[in-house]
C-alpha cells in the first residue's frame, strides 16, 4: 500500500480522500454548490471535478428513531444517483465538506 505520494517523469500522485453521498439527482447540483463554496475540487486546470452515476432505486427501510418512524416496508426511491469526488487528505476540510452535504441533502434521508 502506498502511504505518501511519488512523482514519475510524467506525473505527480498524491493522496486524497474519496468522499461519495447518494442523493435524489434533482437535488445534486445544490449539494455540490455547497462542497465547492468550500472546496473548488480543482484538479490541474480543470474545477468541480467530480463524478455522478446514472440514476438508480435507493433502498432502505426507517428503523426505531428514524424521522419517518419504523416501517415494516421497504422503501423505494428512484431517480438516485451516487457522486463521489477527491479532496486533499485534510480532516479539518473533509469535516467541513461532509457537514455541508448532510445540511443539503433532502430531510428525508436523514
Known amino acids: 500500500m502506498i ?5 514519475t517523469t510524467s506525473l505527480r500522485m498524491t493522496l486524497l480522500l474519496l468522499v461519495t453521498f ?4 434533482a ?18 486546470k480543470y474545477d468541480r471535478n467530480a463524478y455522478q ?11 426505531d428513531g428514524a424521522a419517518a418512524g419504523a416501517e415494516t ?10 457522486v463521489s469526488f477527491e479532496l486533499p487528505d485534510d480532516q479539518a476540510l ?3 465538506v461532509v457537514e455541508a452535504i448532510f445540511q443539503h441533502i433532502p430531510t428525508r434521508n436523514r
Not at 447518494?22 to 439527482?25: D, L, Y
Not at 454548490?33 to 490541474?44: E, F, S
Open 94 to 96: 473533509a469535516a467541513r
Open 27 to 44: 437535488d445534486v447540483d445544490r449539494i455540490m454548490d455547497a462542497v465547492v463554496a468550500i472546496a473548488p475540487l480543482a484538479m490541474g
Open 73 to 82: 416496508e421497504l422503501r423505494r426511491r428512484p431517480g438516485t444517483v451516487e
Open 53 to 63: 452515476s446514472a440514476h438508480g432505486i435507493e433502498r432502505y427501510r426507517p428503523l
Open 22 to 25: 447518494q442523493a435524489p439527482a
Open 3 to 7: 502511504d505518501s505520494g511519488f512523482e
